[in-house]
């Protein structure tokens, strides 16, 4: 892990991002004390957005039937 000043931090902030994006992880301290951590975001974020969308996607075409919602839970309660 490298340690990085909040100076030089805000100096060089695109290439540190650029060392973030390929998985590596930087400390940034702030009198030689760390104060913030510049991490690569997990890619199954991404992937739990996709899953939600596909999810929506799937549950605006479903159809119950022609019966509404209350008279099919009416039905499981007899």
């Known amino acids: ?10 100096t060089h902030l695109s290439s540190l991002l650029d060392q973030v994006a390929v998985g590596k992880e930087i400390t940034i301290t702030k009198h030689g004390k760390p104060v913030a951590r510049l991490v690569p975001i997990e ?8 899953v939600i969308a ?3 996607a799937l549950r ?7 019966d509404d919602w209350q008279q099919l839970r009416d039905e499981g309660r007899k």
């Open 1 to 10: 892990m490298t340690h990085v000043g909040a100076f030089e931090a805000k």
């Open 43 to 50: 890619p199954e974020a991404d992937q739990v957005q996709a």
């Open 54 to 56: 596909k999810m929506r």
């Open 60 to 66: 605006a075409n479903m159809v119950l039937g022609e």
